[in-house]
Structure formats: structure tokens, C-alpha cells
């Protein structure tokens, strides 16, 4: 059987990493795009790669033409503190970058009469709630319950979201003839903490730079309270989430948008299981006031019981594996020698 074709689009971030190579392992085929060279440690990971702007709509329909994917995982995006530092660009990118690869697909689609899976990956960031107390009286939010974000990040997550099922359910609605070849498949990620790469530009960003900064025996300074509890998923299962959901069969998915989450917990848990390990560093809480309403608005816990349900979604990672098991043995290594 021929291999299936998948492309990754933000190939070069935090996900795309780990995406990459697992991806490769599966037996895909692997065609990487990003705005960035692609990172050398990961090119023995693709097939083929495009350095290529999301918002070139006529690149984009042409590589799609060449690469012939079976699958489309759409990363690239301006993630939360990244976005709201300029929210024109990432309204361009986030929104605009996915119409114009959701119009490019469904004509190379339909020139070519088969389906395309796009694998979009979404954020708690779709989620508004009105304050610090609404939070934490919510108990588990589902897909459905405060869907008012804040900021443009979770504006243009939300937005995406939407032109997806329009161009599965609904494109072009007024011709009855219209055929649809989009098949579209959003998971709503809680913050990810990756051991390989160092983030930039996510709001939860405090509790992987935590992790990494005190792994290089330095002290840090976290943006939020300590008592700031949020929803995490440590990297690898966030691989596992996207690969699981791309290959279940569709007639399983009762919905495109699924919650899917790990363990939740505060900046002062993080940080007491990091000091455990490197008990010669330090963490002061000096909150931003601007961050910290980004993180009072994200619920502390959502509800994965669609995801588990219908395509048999679990973590392999509870916040003590997350810690033990993967984050503090990989960090250790990764800078072993540096202090
Ligand atoms: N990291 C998280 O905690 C998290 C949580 C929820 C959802 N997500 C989503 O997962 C996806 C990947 O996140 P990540 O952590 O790897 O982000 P990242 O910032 O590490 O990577 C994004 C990639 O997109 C690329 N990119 C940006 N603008 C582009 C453009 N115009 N054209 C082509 N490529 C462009 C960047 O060069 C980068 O390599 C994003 O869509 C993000 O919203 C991430």
C-alpha cells in the first residue's frame, strides 16, 4: 500500500518536533512547511520541505498540488503573549493563513474527487471566563460553556475553528450541488510542556520556562501567581492526541472540537516538584498584571469525556509521570554540563 502523505504546517515549532519524527516512525510520508528554515535536527524526520508563508495562498495551492497530502496538520499560528504583542499579524496568519489553506484544500480536494483530513490544533485560549472567581467555582468546562476568549489568540483559535466546519459542513450552502472534500478535526490543547524545546510566545509558557530554567541551575521569575492552576499536557501526548485523532475512522467523530486534557495544577506545584530535583535554584512570583488576566480568564480544568468517549482519547501522563518520568530526566540531560 502506497504510504499516506502528511503535511505539517508551523513544522518548525514545539509541536512540529515531536509531530515530525513520530509521524516518520508511523510510515507517513512527511512534508514540512514553515515561514523558518526548518531546524537540522529534524530534517532527517521529512520527506520533503517548503519554506513558505501560511498567507501565500497561491504557494500553498501549489504545494498541495505537488505534495498531494492525505493529511494536513495546520500548526503554524502566532501563539497567545506572541499574538497579543500584535494582533493584526496573528489575526493574518491565525485566521486568514487558515481560510487560505482551507479554500486551497478543498479545490485541490475536489480537482482530485478525494477527502483531505486538516488536524487543527486549538486552545483552551477559546475560553473566556469573566473572572477570577467564576474560575474557580467552574468545575470541568466543556466544548460548549464560555466560549468568549479575551484575547486575540483565543479570537483567532475560535474563528479557525469555525472555518473548518464551514468548509466540511457548510461551503458554498446556497448551491445545492456543491460537493465538500474538507474533513475537519480540532482538539482544544490545555498549555504543552515539551523536555526538547525551550517555548516562546504562549501565556503558559511560565511553567515550561520554569522547568528549563532551573534544570540550568538558574533562578526564576514566574509572570504569575503562585496560586495559578491551569490545565497541562506534557508533549509527548499531545503527539499521541493529534496522530490518534487524524487516523480514527470519521463515522466515530460526533463532533469536530474536542476538549482533550491531562492533569491540572498550580505554578507552586510546579515549581516545589522542580526545586525537589534541583534544590540549589529558586522561584520568585513577580506577576505581570496583563498575563495573569490572560490565565484568570483559561479555565482550570475542562471536560474530555467527547474525546474519550468517541475515540478512545487518554493521557499516558499524569502531572507525577509528566515530572518523573519525562520533563525532569530529559531537561537533565539536555543540559547536563552547563551549569
Ligand atoms: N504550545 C502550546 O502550549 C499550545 C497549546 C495549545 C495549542 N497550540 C497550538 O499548536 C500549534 C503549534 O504550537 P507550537 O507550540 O509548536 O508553536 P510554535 O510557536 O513553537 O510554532 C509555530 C510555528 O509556526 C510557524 N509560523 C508562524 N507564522 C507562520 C507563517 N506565516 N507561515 C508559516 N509558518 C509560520 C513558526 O515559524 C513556528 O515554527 C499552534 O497552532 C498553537 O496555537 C499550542
Known amino acids: 500500500m502506497d504510504k499516506k502523505v502528511a503535511l505539517v504546517t ?4 514545539e509541536v512540529g518536533h515531536l509531530l515530525l519524527d513520530r509521524l516518520a516512525s508511523k510510515g507517513y510520508e512527511v512534508i514540512a512547511l514553515d515561514i523558518k528554515e526548518i531546524d537540522p535536527a529534524i530534517s532527517i524526520f521529512i520527506n520533503k520541505s517548503y519554506k513558505t508563508d501560511i498567507t501565500d495562498e497561491a504557494s500553498i495551492e501549489s504545494i498541495l498540488k505537488e505534495a498531494k497530502p492525505d493529511i494536513v ?3 503554524a499560528a502566532y501563539l497567545s503573549t506572541a499574538a497579543e504583542k500584535d494582533p493584526d499579524l496573528a489575526h493574518h ?7 487560505y489553506l482551507l479554500r486551497s ?5 475536489f480537482e482530485a474527487k478525494k477527502k483531505i483530513i486538516i488536524v487543527f490544533p486549538s486552545s483552551i485560549a477559546v475560553y473566556g471566563l469573566p473572572d477570577l472567581t467564576t474560575k474557580n467555582s467552574a468545575s470541568f468546562v466543556s466544548e460548549t460553556q464560555f466560549t468568549t476568549p479575551i484575547t486575540i489568540y483565543g479570537i483567532t483559535k475560535l474563528h479557525a475553528e469555525n472555518l473548518g466546519i464551514y468548509f466540511e459542513k457548510y461551503y458554498k450552502l446556497l448551491n445545492p450541488q456543491q460537493e465538500r472534500y474538507i474533513d475537519f478535526r480540532a482538539l482544544r490543547f490545555p498549555g504543552l510542556i515539551s523536555a526538547m524545546t525551550i517555548p516562546s510566545g504562549g501565556t503558559s509558557d511560565y511553567a515550561p520556562e520554569m522547568i528549563h530554567t532551573l534544570a540550568q541551575g538558574q533562578n526564576y521569575e514566574s509572570f504569575v501567581r503562585e496560586d495559578t492552576i491551569l490545565p ?8 499521541k492526541a493529534l496522530t490518534l485523532i487524524a487516523e480514527t475512522p470519521k463515522e466515530k467523530l460526533s ?11 498550580s505554578a507552586a506545584e510546579i515549581a516545589q516538584m522542580v526545586i525537589k530535583v534541583f534544590p540549589e535554584t529558586m522561584v520568585g512570583y513577580n506577576p505581570d498584571p496583563a498575563r495573569q488576566k490572560i490565565v484568570d480568564s483559561w479555565p482550570a480544568n475542562i471536560n474530555d469525556t467527547s474525546a474519550r468517549r468517541d475515540w478512545g482519547w487518554f493521557p499516558d501522563f499524569d502531572a507525577k509521570k509528566t515530572f518523573e518520568n519525562y520533563l525532569i530526566p530529559e531537561v537533565t540531560k539536555k543540559y547536563s554540563g552547563q551549569k
Open 10 to 13: 508551523g513544522a518548525n515549532g
Open 73 to 75: 496538520f495546520h500548526l
Open 93 to 99: 496568519v491565525n485566521v486568514d493563513g487558515t481560510l
Open 105 to 109: 484544500a478543498q479545490r485541490y480536494s
Open 232 to 239: 497541562f499536557m506534557a508533549m509527548p501526548d499531545a503527539i
Open 255 to 265: 463532533q469536530n472540537v474536542y476538549n482533550v486534557s491531562s492533569f491540572s495544577i
